[in-house]
Every structure is written in C-alpha cells, then in structure tokens.
C-alpha cells in the first residue's frame, strides 16, 4: 500500500499529475475538496486512515511544502505500514503564475498564495521517512518528465523556492519508478 505525497507549488501540475497518473489506482485526498472544514487537517488525516483502512494507496494532492506538514503524514503512512513517495514538482514561480491566471473558478488561487508558499518550500528528503523521491518537471511539451532524486543536488537557480541552494548528504538511491518516464 502507498503514500503518495505530491510537493509543489500551486499550479505546478500536482493536480494534473495525479488525474494522469494515480486517478485509476489511487484515492484522492486534497484539502481542496473540503475548503469549509474547520479542521482540514484532522480531516485529511481521516480520509487517509479510512482509504487505508480499506486497503486502498493514497495520493495526498496539497502543496505539503514543509517538514512539518509532512511529519504527521508520513507518521500515519508507518501507522499502517505504507510505502512513502515523494514527487518534488520543480518549478519556476513565474510558471505557476501563468498557469494559475489560466485557471478559473476556485481553482485559481491569488498571486500571493503562490509566492508565500515558494518562501516555504522545502525540498523533502529521505531523513523524513521517505521510501523513494522523485522530480517532477513539466516538459516544453506539456508532457511530465520524472527522475530519480539524487539528495546531494543542488537546485537549479530558475526552479529554485528561495535564494539558498539546499543541499543533503547523499542518502541510498530509490528503485525504479512506477509510472513511465514523459508520460503524461
């Protein structure tokens, strides 16, 4: 069983992964789908135990852009003895703006949301409990270009949350991953 947790920014293609990649296989939890409840939270954490309860991998589809958000996420998925992914989604601010002014309805966020959480942005790491980790990139042609995740790189300065480089000690490689590289 899995924990899929997608990382990024919003309008970075997290969304639009999930429907491509996991719609079929996974549940689909996003605090996007309650914005009234008075404790999203408590509620995600509620979605994620009943669809591991009924057996069922789990995509987390929010920002999730810090350790600590992360924690307790990860902390429920060892609960019930899941693996736990990690897609980082690089991408440039200005990138998400474009594509968020694209958007409509409530799915478009204001500006400022977006630089707010580029300030939080915290590339994850396998020292937080993650199995495996991968990039996420969005290819020229819309299609999505996945990698393995190598700790000790830096992030290029275009993709990069904030002006510090932030850099890991290099931990073991993950496995080959699932889903089928440019595919999208």
Known sequence: MDLILLIGLQAS?????????????????SKDLFPNNR?????QLQLIENAFQAHR?????????????????????RT???RIIGYYFESEVRQCIARNKQR?????????????????????TYAEGFDELYYVRIADNGTFTVQGWAENETIPLQSQPSVH??????????SQHPVRQNDA
């Not at 409530?106 to 915290?122: F, H």
């Open 104 to 124: 409509t309805g409530k799915g478009k966020v204001p500006d400022v949301a977006i630089y707010v959480t580029s300030r939080k942005l915290t590339r994850p």
């Open 165 to 174: 480089p932030q850099v890991s000690p290099p931990i073991e490689k993950p």
């Open 80 to 82: 019930y003895d899941a």
């Open 39 to 43: 404790n999203p939270n408590k509620r």
């Open 57 to 77: 991998p789990v995509v987390v589809d929010n920002t999730n852009p810090t350790v600590e958000i992360r924690e307790p996420l990860i902390q429920l998925g």
């Open 13 to 29: 293609g997290k969304s639009t992964f999930y429907r491509t990649h996991f719609a079929a296989t996974h549940e689909h939890v």
